[in-house]
């Protein structure tokens, strides 16, 4: 198994690697950690890994990784949204691939990205050439491992009955939706029930959540509920934001539900408790 | 209406704990989603044919000018009357000239968002001139003072038994033994009530849903007959139209329409799609005898060529707020101005700017569900983020979310000391997370906790312990 | 200057196109002008779905299945021989005084309604009493099932919006597959010069235009105003009834 440790702050250097990986050597993929991932739950991160290297690929992990910008894009602030991409690109453009466990981070570097560098200076610069270069090669994980890597399974093996909610962004701007259940379908032990309305926001949004709380609360409560009725004993979905804002709405109104990211489940990981604990 | 979206925060609270609002809000998803999605699935162009909506109008968009031309002569060649306004005020000044010319003491009203907008029925109650509602949803919030709490559906704010109270209050001939405990009874009486009132109005002023340049005519489409009343049975109609709702053509009409009633409530068609060309003919047994086109622009003209140019395709169809969890939540009113919703959010810092509303648009998840149903192609979430772009820069934003987003930020530039910092944070986090590995308080967290949990981290960062495996397995390798 | 001249100069003088091109690199006005002419000239159709493309005995039967799903009822006949029993036997059939009103078209005219000895028969524009009021549709569209009326001298449009019952006389050769060839065919009729509002060659007052009323009807009125309960029967008529005559 080859792991390597990119723990130099400085990009890899140009020619190191060759974007879109010939046959002869594993595509070397970037882990585009994603903030709430790092801090909070990093086995999402080494489910992440597993699922990747067991796909065939070689996972690099570059330390110059913070968050991909979304609190400042979606607050109005332009400049610093532009700032921190700039260093998400450097930091991991040299890879064949970027992976990130989260719908939303991954429509970030992969859609929004390029927006981000059409003054018109950028094409001089380079930076827009740049900026959709390294776009398309950023997918978030579980539509990488399904839709690029090809893989039809993960062999692993999950005792129990979950619900799947689509979280918003992957699903409408990455079209993530039937990956994660075909994925899941081939889980030994697994049993899937939908919930109502998978596909309504959980109510989390980001700043939303702090800045309107009692509307968010509205939206996640209606959301719970829906998830309660279904029966299962697990909520999966694949963004950690949207998890711990249901997770902890399914704790705060004493729920046994556990919530954790379908990675985790995928990639047989799930020796930490869940998300927010258990009751 | 006066505008008070600066009120969000607040009249959104007073929303949630709004138990009757709270029931009537169920229907809007009952009443709209999966019909949408019914009439959707039945027709597999649906997609192309949004294609080519927005298209057409992105066509109009460029040449407005001419297209606006080229349906004035057509509408002057019919025998009609072109008033051009520039501001709300100018629209009602007009329309209160054309209602005296003709000696008007009532005139009934076609659904009309417009109308709302330049605030029309308060400017001719004021001068003397009764203005009769003829939608069911519009006579009813009209009955109550209140203003439409959605675009297409204007009193689904309201339940059957509030309905009742006011026919009730209002409707002084009605006995006590009369039955108006459903829908079916009270839209009798309704129908009762108003159809007194479209035969005895001397002006009836519908809005547009198109202005087709080719023939000079406005298009209204409806599903209850009273805008066909409202216009067919007065001496005067007087049509209220931005100029953004002009095609080119019939058959541009023709396909547009294909989106519009689908995406509003799912019907194939509405009920009734009515092309108006100028007054009744020489020989024509019925019909207005004059016919006035009010062209408003009000703002409008201001956005093209600017990032809210694409908001000028949209169709009025709700299908945005029809499908978002925050009107699902608090309702129409709470935007406190008169477009709620996705495109409320959007249009109204244009019509109103952005310093009274910037709450609109950042009162959004981002879900784009309402971009992933407009059947325009309206890129709502990205205009929304351009709102709060506007008001990033102009200093808008709240100061402190805006410091708190600029700490945020120094770190998120910094890796090496976002990198020191969180290593030492988490961990100490984490322990205070306790065995329960969630916390239900937590310091500068309020906004989460107030109601919910917050889980706790497990520890060390993935990066840090990232890095400490990394050079386990160096180790062993060497 | 005038609001006209006011609104028309801001919108030409906003710098960009939705293509993003700045105002300069625009196609140069006598270009637009004749790329917006040429558009309202040709009049080019879009997307036409696949629904209402079908042959004849098809189509009818399309129309029929669309109409019946918005509530209309539809009486298929083979004569204007039959037409007035079957007027008679719809108000018998729902208790309604043997009375109608219509206008003086001509197709109408082809009826036997004297055959109906007890069937009162006015004409000309409601005056919101009438019960019934009887139409000939100028064409039908099978995709959506929607009834094609336009106003006219023999035409009231009053009768399409004030009478409890709508009964709608349908030529079976009239009916399209999609809204686009109703337009056609109405150019056709009136003369696709004029329709556009006199742009033939010496304009202005031609008799024949796009009619002042063209209205295009798909089942009884309804409305959805209280709670979102659909209920038929809203200011317009509570009931529309089609008689398909194959001619």
Same mark, same amino acid.
């Given at each position: ?5 990119? %723990? ?84 991991? %453009? ?133 998830? %309660? ?51 | ?16 704990? &709004? ?31 949004? =294609? &080519? ?36 005020? =100018? ?11 003709? &000696? ?105 849903? *198109? ?14 007959? &009273? ?182 930020? *120094? ?41 919910? =949990? ?25 | ?15 960009? !196109? ?31 779905? #696949?629904? !209402? ?44 005084? #043997?009375?109608?009103?219509? !206008? ?40 959506? !099932? ?54 033939? #060659? ?46």
């Amino acid at each position: 198994m080859s792991v390597k440790n990119s %723990e130099s702050l400085a990009p890899t250097p140009e020619g190191a690697a060759t974007p879109q990986a010939d046959s002869a050597r594993p595509p070397r993929v970037g882990l585009f950690a994603t903030c709430l991932v790092d801090l909070f739950r990093p086995s999402i991160g080494f489910s992440a890994v597993k699922l990747l290297e067991k796909a065939g690929c070689e996972v690099h992990v570059p330390i110059a990784q913070t968050c991909c910008g979304q609190p400042a894009y979606n607050s109005g602030d332009r400049a610093d949204s532009r700032a921190i991409a700039e260093q998400v690109i450097e930091a991991f %453009e040299a890879f064949d691939y970027v992976v990130a466990p989260s719908g939303s981070c991954a429509a970030m570097l992969r859609k929004h990205y390029p927006g981000l560098f059409s003054q018109d200076g950028d094409q001089q610069t380079g930076w827009a050439q740049r900026a959709t270069a390294f776009s398309e090669k950023c997918f978030e994980l579980i539509s990488f491992l399904s839709d690029v890597m090809k893989v039809e399974t993960t062999g692993e093996t999950f005792k129990g009955t979950v619900t799947y909610h689509d979280s918003c962004s992957g699903l409408r701007e990455l079209q993530i939706r039937d990956q994660p259940r075909k994925l899941l379908a081939g889980i030994d032990g697994l049993a899937m029930t939908e919930m109502k309305d998978p596909d309504v926001c959980c109510g989390f949004g980001g700043t939303f959540c702090v800045k309107y709380a009692e509307i968010s609360n509205a939206i996640v409560s209606k959301k719970v509920s829906s998830i %309660e009725t279904t029966g299962a004993d697990t909520l999966l979905a694949g963004d950690l934001g949207c998890l711990m804002n249901m997770a902890g709405k399914l704790k705060r109104s004493g729920s046994a539900m556990e919530v954790r990211h379908v990675a985790e489940v995928l990639a047989g990981m799930t020796e930490q408790p869940p998300i927010a604990g258990r009751k | 209406m006066e505008l008070s979206s600066h009120k969000f925060k607040e009249q959104a609270g007073r929303a949630l704990g &709004n138990a009757q609002l709270q029931k009537a809000l169920l229907n809007v998803e009952k009443g709209f989603v999966a019909k949408r999605q019914l009439a959707v699935d039945a027709l597999p162009e649906f997609d192309a044919l949004r =294609d &080519n909506a927005r298209d057409i109008k992105n066509h109009v968009l460029a040449h407005l000018d001419l297209y606006l031309e080229a349906y004035e002569k057509k509408v002057v060649a019919s025998g009609g009357v072109v008033h051009w306004a520039e501001t709300a005020e =100018d629209a009602r000044r007009i329309v209160l000239e054309i209602c005296r010319k003709a &000696n008007a003491r009532t005139v009934t009203k076609g659904k009309s968002m417009i109308t709302e907008e330049i605030a029309l029925n308060d400017h001719l109650t004021a001068n003397g001139i009764e203005p009769v509602e003829t939608d069911l949803g519009e006579y009813i919030i009209q009955l109550r003072g209140e203003h439409p709490s959605h675009i297409i559906a204007p009193a689904v704010h309201l339940n059957k038994s509030q309905v009742e109270g006011d026919f009730r209050r209002v409707h002084t001939h009605l006995r006590e033994d009369r039955d108006l405990s459903e829908p079916v009874s009270l839209l009798g009486e309704a129908r009762d009530v108003l159809r007194q009132r479209y035969l005895s109005a001397d002006v009836g002023i519908t809005g547009a849903n *198109f202005l087709v340049a080719e023939t000079g005519s406005s298009v209204i489409v409806t599903n209850e007959g &009273n805008g066909d009343l409202t216009q067919t049975l007065g001496k005067v109609h007087i049509v209220m139209a931005s100029i953004e709702k002009i095609v080119p053509t019939l058959e541009d009409t023709a396909q547009i329409l294909r989106v519009l009633a689908r995406s509003a409530t799912g019907q194939d068609m509405s009920v009734y799609t009515t092309f108006s060309t100028g007054p009744r003919r020489a020989d024509d047994p019925d019909g207005p005898e004059e016919y006035h086109v009010v062209l408003l622009d009000n703002g409008r003209s201001s956005m093209l060529g600017t990032e809210y140019q694409d908001m000028l395709r949209c169709i009025r169809c709700g299908a945005c707020m029809n499908h978002c969890p925050v009107y699902h939540a608090v309702g129409g009113h709470a935007y406190g101005s008169v477009y709620p919703g996705p495109m409320g959010a959007v249009l109204t810092p244009s019509l109103n700017g952005i310093e009274k509303t910037g709450q609109l648009p950042n009162a959004s998840t981002f879900c784009g569900r309402c971009e992933s149903v407009c059947p325009m192609r309206i890129p709502l979430p990205k205009m929304m983020r351009h709102w709060r772009e506007r008001e990033f820069e102009r200093h808008l934003t709240p100061a402190a979310q805006r410091y708190g987003l600029k700490f945020w930020a *120094f770190f998120a530039r910094r890796p090496r000391l976002y990198r020191a910092a969180v290593a030492v944070a988490m961990p100490i986090l984490a322990r205070f997370g306790g065995s329960k590995r969630r916390f239900s308080h937590l310091p500068l967290a309020g906004g989460w906790t107030r109601h919910r =949990d917050l889980p706790a981290p497990e520890g060390k960062t993935f990066v840090q312990q990232w890095q400490q495996r990394g050079h386990r397995r160096s180790e062993v390798a060497q | 200057m005038s609001a006209r001249e006011a609104i028309l100069r801001r919108i030409r003088s906003a710098t960009l !196109g939705p293509d993003g091109r700045s105002a300069g690199e625009r196609a140069g006005d006598e270009q637009r002008k004749a790329g917006v002419r040429a558009r309202l000239e040709t009049a080019p159709r879009g997307v036409i779905p #696949a629904r !209402g493309q079908l042959p004849r005995a098809e189509r009818v039967a399309l129309f029929e299945e669309m109409a019946s799903a918005a509530s209309a009822t539809i009486a298929r006949l083979s004569s204007y021989e039959e037409v007035a029993a079957e007027v008679s036997n719809y108000l018998r059939e729902r208790n309604l005084p #043997a009375a109608i009103r219509m !206008g003086e078209d001509g197709r109408l005219a082809r009826v036997p309604w004297a055959r109906e000895k007890t069937l009162d028969v006015r004409k000309g524009p409601s005056e919101g009493t009438d019960l019934v009021g009887v139409s000939h549709a100028f064409a039908a569209i099978a995709e959506t !099932g929607s009834v094609v009326l336009h106003s006219g001298a023999d035409n009231p449009t009053t009768l399409n919006f004030l009478p409890e019952h709508h009964v709608v006389i349908v030529d079976a050769d009239a009916i399209a597959g999609d809204m686009e060839s109703v337009w056609s065919a109405l150019r056709n009729e009136t003369d696709r010069e004029n329709l556009a509002g006199g742009r033939s #060659a010496g304009g202005g007052q031609d008799a024949a235009k796009m009619p002042r009323t063209v209205n295009v009807i798909t089942g009884p009125s309804r409305s959805g105003d209280i709670e979102q309960t659909i209920l038929l029967g809203a200011h317009g008529p509570r009931a529309l009834h089609l008689i398909i005559v194959d001619t």
